[in-house]
């Protein structure tokens, strides 16, 4: 289609309404994590598409880096009895069989309850192998947490480079490891990247904006149709 027939309208969050939901305890004590626990938030599902065994490679990097600290790597969403079991056996022979969890077959958790794990993490990795769009980034800014992701679909149209998270180079764990070695490292730059996450998500990605950009199309349309 021509540029004048397009219209682009950003997806949006209601960030508010996750900000207000209470914590949910046990889906902190689901997942075995105490306060002591420095956790690593992947908000997917287990799906071979979500790059999961990047994830694991990278988090065996991560330990040898930080082996004093009580870092914990948590994928949150639901998926196979088959796939979870692959996952825990490639953790446990890189050694980190005991920081990663992962979620329960057919436990998905709800929007009402994921904003528990937001406010936990320490930061916010998504290393899909390929990815239309990424809500869970947006839901991530909405608490200012820094965030890692691959640089592949329409990832970095939702996450600016250095700017608003960093991103890692897809398939490659190495990379995915240094992104979250540097934030685990750099406190302020996890602060900045988390607060201008936060930021953009406000004012582009709202679903009130989302909303008045939709309705402004549908009247354009009808007027049009009217001529």
Do not use: W
Not at 159 to 177: R, S, W, Y
């Amino acid at each position: 289609f021509p540029d004048e027939r397009v219209t682009k309208i950003l997806h949006g969050i209601p960030a508010d309404y996750l900000q207000m939901q209470p914590d949910h305890p046990d889906v902190l004590s689901s997942f075995g994590l105490d306060d002591a626990d420095e956790v690593v938030l992947c908000p997917t599902r287990l799906d071979p598409h979500k790059g999961l065994e990047i994830l694991v490679d990278a988090a065996g990097l991560v330990k040898k880096q930080f082996p004093q600290r009580r870092l914990v790597f948590v994928v949150a969403g639901a998926g196979t009895a088959d796939y979870r079991a692959s996952l825990e056996l490639r953790a446990t022979g890189l050694g980190v069989g005991e920081v990663m969890r992962f979620g329960m077959q057919g436990k998905a958790l709800t929007l009402q309850q994921m904003p528990t794990l937001y406010r936990r993490a320490a930061l916010c990795v998504v290393p899909s192998l390929r990815e239309g769009f990424g809500q869970v980034l947006l839901e991530a800014a909405a608490f200012k947490k820094p965030i890692i992701a691959s640089n592949t679909g329409g990832i970095p149209e939702v996450v600016l480079a250095g700017k608003t998270g960093l991103l890692f180079n897809c398939h490659e764990p190495e990379d995915l490891a240094t992104q979250i070695c540097r934030l685990l490292e750099d406190e302020r730059l996890a602060e900045s990247l988390g607060q201008a996450a936060l930021t953009r998500a406000r004012l582009e990605f709202a679903a009130e904006r989302m909303a008045r950009d939709h309705l402004h199309l549908y009247k354009k349309l009808c007027r049009i149709s009217i001529k």
